[in-house]
């Protein structure tokens, strides 16, 4: 029981994620966050 439970919650959680990839995309948001996301990159590897 608790198997499948789990592995049902992961199918929700990855579809969740998916949905939430997708609409991103579509709104032409995902390129503000790689960029987001490089500059924070590359400011963790400049104080190491």
């Known amino acids: ?3 499948s ?3 049902s919650s992961l199918l929700y959680m ?3 994620l ?3 990839i997708h609409s991103s ?3 032409g ?3 503000g966050v790689s ?3 490089l500059k924070q990159i590359s400011g963790v590897q ?3």
């Open 1 to 3: 029981m608790s198997s």
């Open 5 to 7: 439970s789990s592995s």
């Open 14 to 16: 990855i579809a969740l």
């Open 18 to 20: 998916l949905v939430l």
């Open 25 to 27: 995309i579509q709104s």
């Open 29 to 31: 948001f995902r390129n």
């Open 35 to 37: 960029t987001s996301l």
């Open 46 to 48: 400049g104080k190491q």
